[in-house]
């Protein structure tokens, strides 16, 4: 899945109505009108760098190898579902 890359931001509009921007030098083309508070569209506007940020975390998890027998912590798991939830891909 393809998904315009960051970095995003958050434009005020009203108490309840903000808007995603991409930021590109001069141009701010809108990503998404936001009819919620300031916290779930600044969540929002984080959203691309929140997915690079797991990515790398799964990755950098991924060097080690586990034992036979063991698991991945179930912070990997839960990140490698928000990953998939994110690409809209299964796990």
Known sequence: MKHT??????????????RIMLRKGDYCPMI???H?????ANLMAAAPELLDALKKLVGWYDCFQ???GEADLPVIVKSRA???KAENTTC
């Open 82 to 84: 928000a990953i998939a």
């Open 32 to 34: 998404a009108d936001v």
């Open 5 to 18: 890359p960051g970095a995003w931001e958050v434009k005020r509009e009203g108490t309840f109505h903000h």
């Open 36 to 40: 919620a508070g300031e916290n779930i």
């Open 66 to 68: 586990l034992k036979e």
